[in-house]
DNA sequence: TTCTTATTTCGCAAAAATACGAAATATATT
DNA sequence: AATATATTTCGTATTTTTGCGAAATAAGAA
């Protein structure tokens, strides 16, 4: 690409962009889900529900770390994971506000 | 990364996943903001709102369009874009349901 | 037909994402 | 101290994404 481009783009752009990248793969989708249903902090044991190496699943949590989207504690060795409830429900104002914003009456649109 | 391995998750995850990707970039996100705001269907020439070529630009939009976000029609030698409204709310519904299958009792996670 | 305009395709290059094994680190147990 | 276990970091390889200029394509105008 030469030189990186998203930067030029307006800050809130760029946010959204980094907030959706968080959920476009289907392995941290998993782990969110994941963290969802057995409703408690897991260590990292569950890599291997997925079809993925320790290293890969990790790399992979530092990237939902990152989006702020779980927490996590350690407790000697281990490492416990959760959601980050208020990361959450920003993410779903800001999926609300888009879809929203996106919406409009149908017949103005591409009519042939 | 040797071996792609995203088709080794279910399908949903998959579909999820992808459609997320479309959004993941704040040149996307532009243009179906943009496509939003003007209301209409419009060619090629916003181009120049982006700091982006329009190769470039081309290229986001064909990725909007693979992913069903976008529709479009010809008129000579222009084209014309505008939003699939179906597609849209088809994403607000997978957004919300997937917010909603996140949000749990904050109370049962990652209390130090 | 030739020229102009709009768009798409092609080829290429650089950056970022994905993936993993080996080694390093850190903690707990013996 | 030595051993076992859990996780992270490092180095590396491959794929995908991003980006663009040049050429090709297509339609309308002169």
Redo the contacts between chains.
């Keep these: 690409m030469a030189i990186a ?2 930067m ?3 800050d809130e ?2 946010k ?3 907030l ?2 968080a ?8 782990i ?2 994941y ?2 249903e057995t ?3 897991i260590n990292g044991d569950f890599a291997y529900e997925l ?2 190496s320790r290293t890969t699943v990790n790399q992979h949590l530092t990237e939902l770390k990152n989006a702020g989207l779980i ?3 350690t407790s000697g060795v281990k490492t ?4 980050n ?1 208020k990361k ?2 920003e ?2 104002e800001i ?2 506000a ?2 929203d ?6 017949d ?3 009519q ?1």
């Design positions: 481009k998203t030029l783009f307006n752009l760029q959204n962009a980094e959706f990248k959920l476009a793969h289907p392995a941290r989708l998993a969110l889900k963290l969802a409703r408690t902090c079809p993925l927490l996590w504690h416990y994971y959760c959601l409830q959450i429900s993410l779903g999926a609300k888009l879809i914003e996106l919406t409009i009456p149908e103005t649109c591409c042939p």
